[in-house]
């Protein structure tokens, strides 16, 4: 139903497109300088056929309930035909989608300028091939990263790591952090025989006890290092193992700001407290936090914010207590509050350590200051 309504309104626009020279409502350029070709049209309107979920949806759902875990399935989607704002599904209804793949889709469905990216054959070469990327880079690698990631770092960094997923992206700018804190300790010189030996057993010195500062509420990804930094649904965490790592209290501002500027403040004070506070007990415990991880704006926590001054002064408590500060800008960023990075907003000219980011970027990985480059060249020279 809604393929045949598609291809008569494709075949509308490209008649009248090729008629007038000019795109009929609800077609669209790819953009306003692009050359002038009609390549897509644009749904106006939900149209809803079943109920949600569907008999299809339904259908579906046991059929991949034998297969594996359907408890979070809401309905199958039919993303061929879904376009811009519109989510069309298995049963052929089309909804504003104001959910975005829990915030994943940069641009809406199927743009014409993704789809034309995606097709090119330069790109398809690294599909197709899987490349070892930190072992066997294509010729084209640098200047790929320069003219695309890099030209959107944040300010004070010039340096990316690509990862996949959020999560990836964020448990490996962890371990970068982790590796920061003990170069600074170590030096240049070289892991002790007993350092080297206890790594490979999952015991200290070698894996040391060291921990990473997170806030009540966060969402950093489901592995099980930022399954230790997330505190947003029991659900989440029950059963697994974790680390006992500090979990701060992330500031409860009222509404409207105006009116509770005074209350908002101080509850702000209060968590930079705690948070301080948290930074000293651990290191007493033997547990020093070598790195602090937040979100610009609690996503999955909640939609909870804080104030530019909350996030300055969590900077700053962080470089005092020699801590790496860590921005997690998978869900804000890529231009989500009107700035390419939520983080913008503070107004700072060295905002953090760390930037990891994924979901709207449709890649993952962290952008970083020069100090966390976690080159062990030391350890590979004397074949460690
Ligand atoms: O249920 C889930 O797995 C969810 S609900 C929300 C997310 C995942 N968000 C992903 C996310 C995020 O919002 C932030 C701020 N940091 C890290 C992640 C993890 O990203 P992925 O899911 O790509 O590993």
């Given at each position: 139903m809604a393929s045949s309504l598609l291809s008569r309104q494709l075949a509308v626009c490209l008649q009248h497109n090729l008629r007038m020279g000019a795109p009929a409502a609800g077609c669209r350029y790819v953009s306003k300088t692009a050359t002038k070709t009609m390549v897509e049209f644009e749904y106006d309107a939900p149209s809803m056929k079943t109920e949600v979920p569907g008999p299809r949806s339904k259908e579906l759902a046991k059929q991949l309930g034998e297969i594996q875990n359907v408890g979070a399935v809401h309905f199958f989607c039919n993303y061929e035909e879904s376009r811009g704002n519109y989510l069309v599904d298995a049963d052929g209804n089309r909804m504003l989608d104001l959910y975005t793949q829990i915030s994943s889709i940069p641009i809406g469905y199927n743009h014409p300028s993704l789809m034309k990216a995606m097709?090119?054959?330069?790109?398809?070469?690294?599909?197709?091939?899987?490349?070892?990327?930190?072992?066997?880079?294509?010729?084209?690698?640098?200047?790929?990263?320069?003219?695309?990631?890099?030209?959107?770092?944040?300010?004070?960094?010039?340096?990316?790591?690509?990862?996949?997923?959020?999560?990836?992206?964020?448990?490996?700018?962890?371990?970068?952090?982790?590796?920061?804190?003990?170069?600074?300790?170590?030096?240049?010189?070289?892991?002790?025989?007993?350092?080297?030996?206890?790594?490979?057993?999952?015991?200290?010195?070698?894996?040391?006890?060291?921990?990473?500062?997170?806030?009540?509420?966060?969402?950093?990804?489901?592995?099980?290092?930022?399954?230790?930094?997330?505190?947003?649904?029991?659900?989440?965490?029950?059963?697994?193992?974790?680390?006992?790592?500090?979990?701060?209290?992330?500031?409860?501002?009222?509404?409207?700001?105006?009116?509770?500027?005074?209350?908002?403040?101080?509850?702000?004070?209060?968590?930079?407290?705690?948070?301080?506070?948290?930074?000293?007990?651990?290191?007493?415990?033997?547990?020093?936090?070598?790195?602090?991880?937040?979100e610009p704006i609690q996503a999955e926590g909640g939609d909870n914010h804080a104030s530019p001054d909350f996030f300055l002064k969590l900077r700053s408590i962080a470089r005092k207590h020699g801590c790496a500060f860590h921005v997690d800008e998978v869900q804000t960023g890529c231009g989500t509050t009107g700035k390419f990075w939520a983080h913008e907003h503070w107004g700072s000219d060295d905002p953090a350590d760390v930037v990891s980011f994924s979901k709207k970027m449709l890649t993952g990985g962290y952008f970083y200051r020069d100090e966390l480059q976690a080159d062990k060249v030391e350890l590979s020279l004397s074949h460690f």
């Open positions: 097709a090119n054959p330069n790109n398809l070469s690294t599909f197709v091939n899987r490349p070892a990327l930190g072992i066997l880079p294509p010729e084209n690698f640098p200047d790929k990263l320069i003219e695309s990631l890099l030209s959107v770092a944040p300010t004070g960094m010039t340096r990316v790591q690509t990862m996949s997923c959020g999560s990836c992206s964020n448990e490996n700018a962890f371990k970068a952090m982790f590796i920061w804190y003990k170069l600074k300790e170590r030096g240049m010189r070289l892991p002790s025989e007993e350092e080297s030996t206890s790594c490979m057993i999952n015991q200290s010195p070698g894996s040391p006890n060291l921990s990473i500062l997170s806030f009540m509420g966060a969402f950093h990804g489901r592995t099980m290092g930022c399954l230790a930094t997330t505190h947003s649904k029991v659900i989440h965490k029950l059963d697994v193992p974790s680390f006992d790592w500090p979990v701060a209290p992330f500031p409860r501002l009222r509404y409207p700001l105006e009116e509770f500027a005074r209350e908002n403040a101080q509850e702000e004070d209060r968590c930079l407290e705690e948070v301080e506070d948290l930074i000293v007990k651990w290191r007493q415990k033997g547990k020093p936090v070598a790195g602090i991880v937040i």
